[in-house]
DNA sequence: AGGACGATTAACT
DNA sequence: GTTAATCGTCCTG
């Protein structure tokens, strides 16, 4: 194991909101060059919750069957899922779920806590900007597609994620998930975005 | 083959 | 509040 603290992956293999939820204040870890570069995650989503329907989610394009993109979606969980949008932005969500349900985990913001000096040259802004969005916090661990489909259990994982501060449930605040545009209710609305409240890395939107 | 658009961000009015 | 940046993916024909 990469940690003693290193979740494994049965942690993984439950509903994505329950996922999210309890990822709030575990520490995701991506061992670069020989050196940690991570933070607490302080903001978490779910898509395609168990098995319920979830239009917008990636899961359920291609009329809900895999396509390349969504391959590892599909897959068993404790994977890293890496999407490229925008034609610019790199996006890290865990697989989560039974294999075969499309759940995953986006994670949207984090609280730097190692490699801050690798953080700070790849990212010209105030420490409090560095991680608070998830294109953001990719871009200041250096996570790109080549983690796409790796695994976060693993005895040699190159990125993980592992228990920290425990976060009680009076501490934690669920509202609709962002940026979905164009997706149709109810899943528009539908509570599925944690975050730790007061948190000032939490993004702002 | 072509077009619309995105689980975003930074910069600007 | 509005908008450009920038390109892979998915849907339509």
Redesign the pocket.
């Known amino acids: 194991m990469r940690s003693p603290r290193q979740l494994p992956q049965t942690f993984y293999a439950r509903s994505a909101r329950t996922v999210a939820r309890r990822l709030l204040g575990a520490r995701l870890v991506h061992f670069d060059q020989g050196r940690r570069i991570g933070g607490r995650i302080v903001e978490a ?1 779910a ?2 919750d168990s098995d319920e329907p979830d239009l ?8 809900g069957r895999p ?4 391959a590892v ?1 599909f897959g068993p969980p404790g994977f890293a ?1 890496v ?7 790199w ?1 890290f ?1 865990v697989v989560t779920g039974a294999e075969g349900m499309a759940n ?3 994670i ?1 913001a984090l609280e730097p806590m190692e490699g801050l000096e690798v953080m700070a040259k790849r ?1 010209q ?1 105030p420490e409090w ?1 560095w991680t ?6 990719t ?1 200041a661990l250096g996570i790109e597609r080549e983690l796409n489909g790796a695994s976060l259990y693993g005895a040699d994982s190159v990125i993980w994620i592992e228990a920290d501060e425990v976060v009680g449930d009076d501490a934690i605040a669920a509202g609709p ?7 149709p209710e109810p899943w528009h609305s539908m509570p599925w975005r944690f975050w730790i409240r007061h948190n000032p890395y939490v ?1 702002r ?1």
């Open positions: 989503e898509y395609c917008g989610c990636h899961g359920s394009a291609n009329k396509t390349s993109r969504t979606m899922y999407y490229f949008t925008y034609g610019m932005h996006m969500n995953a985990v986006l949207r990212r802004r900007e608070n969005g998830p294109a953001k916090l871009q998930r962002i940026g979905l545009g164009n997706m993004s939107a």
